[in-house]
């Protein structure tokens, strides 16, 4: 397992764009597919977006297509989320996941290593 930590969460107004890092613990980042899910209050986590090892392969949530931009820099061990027109919907804490492969999943169950979750807040 690797060690995640987000960074980048905070308070935003709607409309507006926050970026959040996760760089991960280890040397063999490239072989893990990298995804961020998040969880409202009250609600179940749920998928967000994944990237494959390679970078070459990414999903997105139907609810955050064209708004959000998952990618990574496997030289500096982290995955980025670019989150643009932010909507008050998508206010929860974000978490980063990882699992050693070169597919990519959708699904929380798939993911064996977490991070600690960073806040985002959009206000109206």
């Known amino acids: 397992q690797v060690q995640l930590v987000e960074s980048g969460g905070g308070l935003v107004q709607a409309g507006g764009s926050l970026r959040l890092s996760c760089t991960a613990s280890?040397?063999?980042?490239?072989?893990?597919?990298m995804a961020w899910f998040r969880q409202a209050p009250g609600k179940e986590r749920e998928f967000v977006a994944v990237i494959s090892g390679p970078g070459g392969t990414t999903d997105y949530a139907d609810s955050v297509k064209g708004r959000f931009t998952i990618s990574r820099d496997n030289a500096k061990n982290t995955v980025y989320l670019q989150m643009s027109s932010l909507k008050p919907e998508d206010t929860a804490v974000y978490y980063c996941?990882?699992?050693?492969?070169?597919?990519?999943?959708?699904?929380?169950?798939?993911?064996?290593?977490w991070g600690q979750g960073t806040q985002v807040t959009v206000s109206s």
């Open positions: 996941a990882a699992r050693p492969s070169f597919g990519i999943f959708t699904t929380a169950a798939a993911f064996g290593s």
């Open positions: 280890g040397r063999t980042f490239s072989n893990y597919a």
